[in-house]
């Protein structure tokens, strides 16, 4: 066998050597390469954005919110600039959705959400159960976990959903939901702070439903699904809605809450919704929560 020369990885050793001293403080290698784990790693094939160069750096451009459970931050994943050749996957930007350990959370709610989920590690349970720092550690990376896998399921069933690019510990970095030109990046809206006329409202109500009852499909309720957890993803001509902070999806048969959640669900989303000029019809709480038990056994 002949050695065969990789370009990647000889690019990606010169720049180590070049670039080591010259990270900012707003910056780190991509933690790609420590996610060498499929399980670690969003659905494949991977999208061709994804950016997976060994040389390549991530920069902290900022906050997108501090939320209840986690902190959301835009990060660049690129090859530095003078590697850049204009070709897919050498950068983009991504979502760091960063858990903190449950102290300053809600998580007491965390009981009713996860009854009927697979059994834990004990030792791990155990640790959860006595709040120690161990403890924590682990139940802000289990939050991370489920997110991380929840949101791959939903993307290989075709639900629009940020992609999941990796998970490492705590962290979850996912697709950017938002535009990026010459005035620099712009999140989606959240469909809380938007306005749209009475034809928009209607697909969009459309649109949610099939995504509750996609959900519903695969034995799954969000648990949270509002208007601030939608955005409206302008990247197409027709924008639409994506959905996003799963980390609490509920199991529709196995929680003795699953339709407690989802009939609560789609109130809050309908309730907005008609709210906005969607037609009865289009946006039918009761509705909605017919057809998504519809598959399954009455509770
Ligand atoms: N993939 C994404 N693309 C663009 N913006 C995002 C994305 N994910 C999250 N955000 C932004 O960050 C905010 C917080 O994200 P998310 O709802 O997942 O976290 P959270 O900690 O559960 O927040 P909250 O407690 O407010 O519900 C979102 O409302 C949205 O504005
Ligand atoms: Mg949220």
Redesign the pocket.
């Known amino acids: 066998m002949t050695p065969s020369f990789d370009p990647d990885a000889f690019f990606a050793r010169s720049m180590l050597t070049v670039t080591i001293a010259e990270l900012d403080d707003d910056q780190r290698w991509s933690t790609w390469p420590e996610t060498a784990h499929t399980m670690d790693r969003g659905p494949q094939p991977f999208p061709d954005w994804v950016v997976q160069h060994d040389g390549a750096i991530d920069t902290e451009l900022g906050i997108?919110?501090t939320?209840?459970?986690?902190?959301?931050f835009l990060l660049e994943r690129a090859l530095p600039e003078e590697l850049l050749t204009g070709a897919a996957g050498e950068e983009t930007l991504l979502?760091a959705?960063r858990f903190r350990s449950p102290e300053h959370s809600s998580f007491h709610r965390s009981h009713e959400y996860t009854e009927g989920r697979r059994g834990k590690d004990s030792r791990e349970a155990r640790a959860m159960a006595k709040g120690t720092a161990f403890g924590k550690q682990v139940a802000a990376a289990q939050w991370a976990r489920t997110e991380f896998d929840v949101l791959g399921r939903l993307w290989s069933a075709g639900l629009p959903v940020?992609y999941p690019v990796q998970i490492v510990g705590t962290e979850v970095c996912?697709?950017?939901?938002?535009t990026d030109d010459e005035q620099g990046a712009v999140?989606?809206p959240?469909l809380q702070e938007t306005s749209p006329d009475p034809e928009q409202v209607e697909r969009w109500a459309r649109a949610l439903r099939e995504v509750v009852l996609g959900l519903s499909e695969l034995g799954l309720v969000h648990g949270?699904l509002s208007p601030?957890?939608i955005?409206i993803d302008s990247r197409q001509a027709d924008p639409s809605p994506v959905i996003?902070?799963v980390p609490q999806v509920i199991d529709l048969i196995a929680n003795p809450h699953g339709p407690q959640f989802l009939r609560r669900d789609c109130e809050n989303v309908c309730a907005w919704l008609r709210g906005h000029g969607a037609p009865a019809s289009a946006a039918d709480p009761a509705e909605w929560f017919t057809a998504s038990m519809g598959g399954w056994e009455a509770p």
């Open positions: 997108l919110k939320g209840k459970e986690a902190d959301a979502v959705k940020p996912m697709e950017f939901i938002g999140a989606a959240r949270d601030y957890n955005l996003i902070d």
